[in-house]
């Protein structure tokens, strides 16, 4: 106790004396009084959800109570079947084509707004932060009205002479990319732009200087300059795409089911909560697994 | 033939004209200093050279080779930047290899070579370092080792000791100059600083307002400023506005004042601005002689190795130069007689 009070006042000590004249018994506890409510939150809202799910996950199915009853692996024994082992796959390819269409969106969109003047800047990111008012069911619905046969983009086509006829543009695992980009690239834009817009711009044509061709500069500077945050970015994106559910359900066949609605199928439709909160064990592992993959790439 | 001629170079911007009409001709192995206030245009015609901005005419030649449209990558120039420009994602030794690797240099000779300049620039061994880890003057040795890792066609820095202190900034300017004169690179630095070109350059081009005002070297720039705003810039003068009276006389607030030539036709009433640099003024005790130009001490400041003189003549400012001993001589006396060598005195 009076080691960390030596502490607090050897790092801080203009903090300690000067701004906060206390007694340092009672300087410590303000502080240990102003951490009792981050920790209530994560308990609340964060830990307790997590218990009930590892409860949930090692219950016996039981008909007649929903969250199922009694203490069983079998949920997990179940984990490796042929349904859940290809919707996962298809998350993870959804998720690194959503990443790649994304990132090479968004990387060369921020370089150019961050190349304008402040007034261009900040009504681009307002323009950009706006697109996150967007509910995901309202930005699903909107895609479908735009990739419909009768009202949809198709139709612009035809009139620009690029198509014949008007089609139908979704169900298909494109609408469900063109979705998902949309929904996060404003999460990737703003993960990239303050570091871009950090970055000295001699640095580009140090590179050109020394012989690079603009692209490779662009790509030795920007994008290997970047790669933390090119890091981050993919580690929101694939995380939110993991989780995805409107998205492929209204965009998508079946077969473009993500983990996310598989998930929700096996608890409401197949009424088997214990499986599904494995499932969502198993989802939360592979996200940390990617996060932490990628921590370590962006590092190096 | 001159390594680098530029040839009646333009560029604006909307319509601002950074630089205007350039005629320059630099000679091979030379050391070139653009001088100039901040936003004379001095950054511009260099970064124009560089390949980083388009100019809006004239030509640019190297070695007799018309350069004006090839790209930045393709020039070979290499540029040291005010900011240096460190790549912050890779080490000491990668940043310094970066050009070697777009031309596909072999590994063994590239890490050979990038040790040699690390040498070259006193600092072996620290090729692992990340760029954040070094000092200032480390920096700046890194950034001249990988700007001569291009073994470039020329060399450009453009203000890159701005940000130090004065004692490494000197240090630094004696290395670069020693280096250059070694490896005998064409060299071009843009400085706003009158002693770093003066005391670096073989040739300062004094630029005000997108224009060059004076090519020389740096004696004769300072000795024989082509205007008042060169005789202004380039150390401290007293600018005095006079008739010439005859091929070697000018005539000031109506005192006349004799000169080896005044480099004019004697045409009487010609007006003209005599430049006199505070040491080529002598000051004595008046000795009553009807001609003498009488001055009023108004302020001393004896600076260790000269002592200055402010003095008011006629309404006018003059500004002396003078050894201690001389002023020792002269101490207590309120008004003093003032000559002009005849010899270092020039009119403009």
């Known amino acids: 106790m009076s080691q960390s009070a ?44 997590l218990l009930l799910l590892i409860r949930t996950s090692l219950a016996q199915t039981d008909p007649a109570v929903f969250q199922g009853t009694g203490f069983s692996t079998e949920a997990f024994s179940q984990l490796f079947q042929p349904l859940i082992l290809q919707s996962l796959g298809f998350s993870i390819l959804l998720a690194v084509a959503v990443s790649a269409v994304t990132i090479a969106a968004a990387l060369p969109a921020a370089y150019l707004v961050s190349r304008l003047g402040r007034f261009g800047q900040t009504w681009w990111l307002i323009a950009i932060l706006s697109t996150l008012a967007l509910s995901e069911v309202l930005i699903a619905f909107s895609w479908q009205v735009l990739l419909s046969h009768r009202a949809g983009l198709s139709n612009v086509m035809v009139f ?80 939110i795409t993991l989780g995805a559910f409107v998205p492929p359900l209204v965009l998508g066949r079946p077969a473009h089911w993500t983990i996310g609605v598989v998930i929700n199928e096996v608890a409401l439709s197949g009424q088997n909560l214990p499986f599904a909160a494995a499932i969502a064990i198993l989802v939360i592992f592979l996200s940390l697994t990617i996060i ?6 962006a590092r190096h | 033939m001159s390594h680098l001629r530029i040839e009646r170079l333009n560029k604006s911007f909307g319509s601002f004209r950074a630089v205007e009409d ?125 700007a001569l890792a291009q073994d470039p066609t020329l060399f450009l820095m453009d203000e890159p000791f701005s940000a130090l202190d004065a004692k490494l900034r000197d240090h630094l300017q004696i290395e670069i100059r020693s280096l250059q004169k070694t490896l005998n690179i064409t060299t071009i630095f843009v400085t706003h600083d009158q002693r770093e070109a003066m005391t670096i350059a073989d040739v300062i081009v004094v630029m005000a307002d997108g224009r060059i005002q004076q090519v020389g070297t740096p004696n004769e720039v300072y000795r024989r400023p082509a205007n008042a705003f060169v005789a202004g810039f380039i150390g401290r003068s007293n600018l005095l506005p006079v008739e010439i009276a005859d091929a070697r006389t000018v005539s000031w607030k109506g005192r006349p004042i004799t000169l080896h030539t005044t480099g004019r036709a004697a045409a009487a009433d010609q007006h003209a601005t005599l430049c006199a640099r505070p040491e080529n003024l002598a000051l004595s005790v008046p000795d009553g002689a009807n001609d003498a130009l009488l001055a009023q001490v108004d302020l001393v400041r004896e600076v260790g190795s000269e002592v200055e003189v402010h003095l008011r003549c006629a309404g006018e400012r003059l500004l002396a130069s003078i050894t201690p001993a001389v002023w020792e001589r002269l101490q207590g006396q309120r008004e003093l007689a003032v000559t002009f060598d005849p010899a270092r005195c020039v009119v403009l």
């Not at chain 1, 050109?208 to 929101?236: C, E, H, N, W």
């Not at chain 1, 932490?292 to 790439?297: E, N, Q, S, V, Y």
């Not at chain 2, 560089?50 to 640019?60: D, F, H, K, T, Y």
């Open chain 2, 22 to 146: 350039i005629d320059l001709e630099i000679a091979e192995g030379s050391f070139v200093c653009f001088l100039g206030p901040s936003g004379c245009g001095k950054t511009t015609l260099m970064r124009i050279i560089a390949g980083l901005e388009q100019p809006s005419g004239g030509r640019i030649m190297v070695r007799g080779a018309d350069i004006t449209r090839k790209h930045v990558h393709e020039r070979n120039f290499a540029m040291i930047f005010q900011s240096l420009a460190l790549f912050p994602h890779l080490n000491v030794a990668d940043n310094i290899a970066y050009t070697l690797r777009m031309r596909g240099v072999p590994r063994m000779t590239l890490e050979a070579r990038v040790d040699e300049l690390l040498a070259l620039v006193d600092l072996p061994d620290i090729g692992r370092r990340r760029v954040d880890e070094l000092s200032g003057g480390q920096k700046q040795r890194v950034a001249i080792a990988r």
């Open chain 1, 6 to 49: 030596t502490d607090i006042h050897t790092t801080h000590p203009k903090a300690a004396t000067a701004v906060h004249p206390l007694p340092k018994s009672r300087l410590l506890g303000l502080q240990a009084g102003l951490l009792i409510w981050p920790v209530l939150f994560l308990v609340a809202l964060f830990l307790t959800p």
């Open chain 1, 160 to 239: 620009l002479g690029i198509m014949d006829a008007p089609v139908s543009l979704s169900p298909h695992m494109g609408a469900v990319v063109a979705c998902m980009v949309y929904f996060v690239f404003p999460f990737t834009f703003l993960t990239l732009f303050p570091a871009l817009s950090r970055l000295d711009r001699s640095l580009f044509e140090a590179a050109q200087t020394m012989g690079a061709a603009p692209l490779r500069a662009f790509f030795d500077i920007y994008v290997r300059a970047l790669k933390p945050q090119i890091g981050a970015s993919i580690a929101i994106t694939s995380v």
């Open chain 1, 292 to 297: 932490a993959g990628i921590g370590r790439l």
